[in-house]
């Protein structure tokens, strides 16, 4: 399933990318497709996005759509 990615921040620059469209397995997570792409890339930097809701690095990726790599957000 076609699935574009859009990495912000910290994330762009260790994965080398903004914005890149791959083939996602059915029921891969995003843990497993950054590993797939870049084995070096560090999920404890960022955090993920489906489709402009949160999800686990974990959760499956069930559907086509846009995965995001966004910085932790902090607040005061």
Known sequence: ??????AFAIA???LGFR????????????R???ARLHPSFDPSVARVAFN???????DPLEDSGE???LPPVSGG
């Open 67 to 69: 995965l995001a790599i």
């Open 12 to 14: 762009s620059e260790q």
């Open 19 to 30: 914005e890149r469209s791959v083939e996602c397995i059915p029921g891969e997570t995003p």
């Open 32 to 34: 497993a497709l950054l």
């Open 52 to 58: 402009c809701e949160y999800l686990g690095w974990d």
């Open 1 to 6: 399933m076609p699935l574009r990615i859009l």
